[in-house]
């Protein structure tokens, strides 16, 4: 069983900075490719950041530049370090874990990120 749990959520005034991060735990292959989505009120999820089994990481457009995905595998943890905050940044932020092996995502439960204008 694959459990994610995220946390370092909280109120930001723009131009702020935060850092989340995704503890997992569980039988984990090294296989696998870990994210980060997002979804504000009344939107569907996004993806934000993308890190491969390689270390490759992606972003969406919004966001880079501002934000950096990177992981360290000896303590079982994601991280999203966010910068220079908007107020269009405020959304609850899933971590997002998917196996190779089996083909199957995993989720957190969510960590509210609100920037104030």
């Known amino acids: 069983q694959v459990q994610l749990v995220e946390s370092g959520g909280g109120l930001v005034q723009a131009g702020g900075s935060l850092r989340l991060s995704c503890v997992y735990s569980?039988?984990?292959?090294?296989?696998?490719?870990m994210a980060w989505y997002r979804q504000a009120p009344g939107k569907q999820r996004e993806l934000v950041a993308i890190i491969d089994i390689l270390g490759r990481t992606d972003y969406a457009e919004s966001v880079k530049g501002r934000f950096t995905i990177s992981s360290d595998n000896a303590k079982n943890t994601m991280y999203l370090q966010m910068l220079s905050l908007k107020p269009e940044d405020t959304a609850v932020y899933y971590c997002?874990?998917?196996?190779?092996?089996?083909?199957?995502?995993?989720w957190g439960q969510g960590t509210q990120v609100t920037v104030s204008s």
């Open positions: 569980g039988i984990i292959p090294s296989s696998k490719t």
């Open positions: 997002n874990m998917y196996l190779l092996y089996n083909s199957r995502a995993y």
